[in-house]
């Protein structure tokens, strides 16, 4: 979203349609520049607003947190055997897909806030069914629910945030949503150490039934709280909502016809430059929105082609798999794991806007590639010890977190354009989350057949093909608008590849 009121000018157009002494190169360095030693204010309503959206990711985060612990409760009392242990793990990512796509429908024609609703409800009734499961078929059937749920807020979260954000604040705000989801998974990982102790039938229910909390507090929020996006409103044609919404986020004296029909004008300038984006448009798309489409989609695609959901589903697993590890111990190494995961992300979003997306995001995919390529050559010698193991998997997951975690939806969400944003996140999360099926339904097989050596030294090779990707293509967004994110994107697509300038702005 646009900055809060005080700080707002005349209506921003792109630069060739402003007069100006200077090229349209300098124009937007020296806005930029202009927003960089003027951050705008935030009204207390934006924080509200994106801590409610965040809780949504808590709930998400839960569900992955939990399962590295109830997981072989369940394999152990249902007597599942490990191929279907790997599939109750990886329906979740299967379904996600499902839910990813719905989540576009919904969000285009109901709003975000129906989108959080229906992610909410779907993760009440799944959370239930698990917990109440007595055969294996009634398991999955609830865990393909879960999934669809998860899929359907896992889009949504970002764009939420990143339409209600100032430019100068936005990549602080859109990793609340990834702090979240860290922190769900310590919550999980905890709540799982807590109960372990029940019996082995009861503790994992009870885990799965703890979980229920988050949907119902994040419902509460959307009933009482959370308004809808401007922006959303605006592209309905509901101009007076969408200014009343304004007013609250950004206070009284925001000049609210203003914002509102610069966002009017900007949906309608992409309107004519790309004309209706029908979803075959998307998959076969030329010029700009082809730009679009590959950074946005590789962007959500590189962190699980590293192997970021595998590895924190089977930590617990790969932990064991080490020598000298009991199962007690492995079970607190994994909140150890977690733990460090939520606390590298704390800072990561104000390192974001300081330092710039592109540098981070190199930085943490480079670091993954180093630790993977130290977890497979542990595992290649017959003898591994576990300290190597265990602090492996916490640089790992480290290095995510600075980076990969939070960037991955935080790009998504600015480098696709008003008009597709909807359309090109549900893209991006279903193949997101179809890589994590992939990666999960197959990470237990082929660790048997081919060893866990193997496995790391190909999902080391894919973060270092990551690295080369984000160096040489990512463009630079900090504290740049939605508009001139697209506007720039546009004139980049007569190129072979993005204009990137090395770390330009970079206060690190």
């Known amino acids: 979203m646009y900055g809060a009121a005080t700080s707002f000018t005349p209506k921003r157009r792109n630069s060739a349609q402003r007069l100006s002494l200077h090229s349209p190169e300098e124009d937007t360095a020296l806005r930029r520049e202009e927003r960089e030693h003027a951050i705008e204010p935030i ?15 808590v709930s998400l985060g839960y569900g992955h947190g939990i399962n590295t612990i109830a997981g072989p409760l369940v394999q152990q009392d249902l007597h599942l055997s490990d191929a279907q242990y790997e599939m109750f793990t990886a329906i979740v990512e299967f379904f996600s897909i499902l839910g990813c796509g719905l989540s576009s429908f919904v969000t285009d024609t109901f709003g975000r806030r129906a989108s959080f609703v229906a992610s909410n409800v779907t993760l009440l009734i799944a959370l239930c069914i698990v917990s109440a499961s007595e055969s294996y078929r009634t398991l999955l059937v609830g865990r393909g629910l879960l999934g669809i749920g998860i899929g359907v807020g896992l889009a949504i979260d970002p764009v939420y945030i ?95 016809s203003e914002i509102s029909k610069e966002i009017e004008d900007s949906l309608a300038d992409e309107a004519r430059a790309y004309g209706a984006h029908s979803w075959g448009r998307l998959f076969c798309a030329t010029g700009p929105l082809r730009w679009m489409m590959v950074l946005g989609v590789l962007s959500a695609v590189a962190p699980q082609a590293a192997g970021i959901a595998p590895i924190l589903l089977y930590v617990n697993f790969i932990l064991r798999s080490a020598d000298g590890e009991s199962p007690t111990v492995a079970n607190w190494h994994t909140v150890v794991i977690t733990a460090v995961k939520f606390i590298v992300v704390l800072p990561t979003g104000m390192l974001m806007d300081r330092c710039g997306r592109r540098l981070m995001m190199i930085c943490s995919f480079f670091g993954m590639a180093i630790t993977l390529i130290i977890l497979a050559l542990s595992f290649w010698f017959e003898y591994t010890p576990a300290w190597i193991v265990l602090s492996s998997l916490i640089s790992y997951m480290a290095f995510f977190s600075v980076g990969a975690g939070p960037g991955t939806w935080l790009l998504t969400s600015e480098l696709f354009s008003n008009k597709v944003r909807a359309k090109g996140m549900s893209i991006a999360s279903s193949l997101n989350r179809l890589v994590a099926f992939l990666s999960t339904s197959s990470f237990l097989t082929l660790a048997q057949v081919f060893g866990l050596a193997s496995v790391f030294a190909t999902l080391g090779i894919a973060s270092a093909l990551s690295t080369v990707f984000f160096l040489v293509c990512l463009p630079e967004t900090r504290s740049q608008t939605l508009e001139e994110i697209s506007a720039g994107l546009s004139v980049d697509a007569g190129n072979s590849i993005p204009e990137v300038k090395d770390f330009e702005g970079s206060e690190c």
């Open 162 to 256: 990143a339409e209600i954000s100032p430019p100068s604040h936005r990549g602080w705000l859109v990793t609340w949503s990834e702090i979240a989801l860290a922190f769900g998974n310590l919550l999980g990982a905890l709540a799982g150490r807590a109960l372990s102790s029940f019996p082995s039938g009861q503790a994992w229910r009870c885990m799965f039934a703890v979980g229920a909390v988050g949907p119902v507090l994040m419902l509460t929020a959307v009933a009482t709280v959370m308004l809808e996006s401007p922006r959303w409103l605006v592209a309905k044609g509901r101009q007076d909502e969408a200014k009343h919404v304004i007013s609250k986020i950004f206070g009284e004296q925001a000049n609210a």
């Open 43 to 57: 009204m207390c309503l934006v924080y509200v607003l994106t801590a409610c959206s965040a809780l949504n990711s």
